[in-house]
């Protein structure tokens, strides 16, 4: 079986049994100043060519390997147009037909441009479940680190996963607010997860294993 991974690969632990099918490389972010799952350089953004997706998924049926579930890697997956998430949906569709669950990681900016009408096309070609990584619902909180999102864009991904008939899975960051923004982070991570109310909540504890150094050199830390 041929998979074209570029590494490191992530992906949620729940999809431990998934096929990971690297539908793009990196994140197009890529600025959250506590993330550095995507900083090597050959983790620079790129979408993957539909030909050489294809030519995976054809690998994968010859291997036999039995496939239920599809998670489609990096980071944000999402980001690509609806026209290339229909064509990737429909490629897995047509070599694997048994697969039940399709997932990816989103980030709220992905939906902005993309309808409910849409999002409830691709659910309906199998992708079912979007694990967004809200990290806060505190608007300072994710000013400083850079996140690129607020709790009100992050409250109307959230709707417009749940309008289309997917789930969501939600990452919350403990320690993200340090000890000065602690008490604000708390209370307004709450708050965004009681608005939403998303099917899955995961509380993660912010850690730094490559060092602190992108996360103390950031001018607003
Ligand atoms: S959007 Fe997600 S993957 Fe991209 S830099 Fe931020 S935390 Fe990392």
């Known amino acids: ?110 939906l902005k441009n993309k309808t409910v009408a849409e999002l409830t096309q691709l659910r309906e070609m199998g992708l079912s479940l979007m694990y967004v990584g809200c990290e806060s619902g505190d608007d300072e909180v994710l000013q400083r680190v850079q996140k690129g999102e607020t709790w009100d864009s992050s409250l109307a991904a959230l709707e417009k996963i749940r309008q289309a008939g997917m789930k969501s899975s939600v990452m919350i960051l403990n320690g993200l607010g340090g000890r000065l923004l602690s008490e604000q982070h708390a209370l307004n991570s709450a708050s965004l997860m009681n608005a939403a109310q998303p099917e899955y909540l995961s509380t993660l504890v912010v850690s730094f294993p490559l060092g602190m150094e992108r996360f103390c050199n950031h001018p607003l830390n």
Not at 35 to 54: N, S
């Open 1 to 110: 079986m041929y998979l074209g991974y570029i590494e490191p690969v992530f992906r949620p632990p729940s999809e431990w049994k998934s096929l990971i099918l690297q539908v793009t490389n990196g994140c197009s972010w890529n600025r959250c100043t506590f993330c550095e799952m995507y900083t090597a350089d050959q983790k620079t953004f790129r979408p993957k060519p539909q030909g050489d997706i294809e030519k995976e998924l054809k690998s994968v049926v010859q291997s036999g390997m039995p496939v239920n579930r599809v998670f489609l890697a990096d980071g944000d997956a999402m980001t690509l147009s609806f026209r290339r998430l229909e064509a990737i949906l429909a490629a897995i569709n047509h070599y694997l037909p048994d697969v039940q669950r399709i997932s990816s990681y989103c980030l709220p900016r992905n």
